[in-house]
């Protein structure tokens, strides 16, 4: 079965101020893409679990921090954050 990705608006205004800032855009895209794609077909399996149904997926030079919803079979992406960057 295929999810639906589901950006927030956080999580995009996060990946904007990354690309903004980038010197590597084209991996910024690429990691988007790639996040995208693998989200759509069996989230469960990527990245770590955390709390309830929470996941931590690194795709460098990204990291996000989604959950995912069995029931509807939708992803929500929370935060992006770029990889060299410290988690708060």
């Known amino acids: 079965m295929i999810f639906t990705v589901v950006w927030t608006q956080p999580a995009l205004d996060q990946l904007a101020e990354i690309w903004l800032a980038s010197e ?3 991996a910024i895209s690429a990691a ?3 996040i995208d794609d693998w989200l759509r077909h069996d989230p ?3 990245g770590e679990s955390r709390d309830g149904n929470e996941r931590v997926v ?3 030079p ?3 921090v ?3 919803d ?3 079979r939708i992803v929500k992406i929370h935060s992006v954050r770029a990889l060299t960057e410290r988690a708060p």
């Open 24 to 26: 590597s855009r084209n």
């Open 62 to 64: 990204l990291v996000i």
């Open 70 to 72: 069995e029931v509807d």
């Open 32 to 34: 988007t893409d790639q």
């Open 58 to 60: 690194i795709v460098p």
């Open 44 to 46: 469960d399996s990527k």
């Open 66 to 68: 989604l959950e995912v």
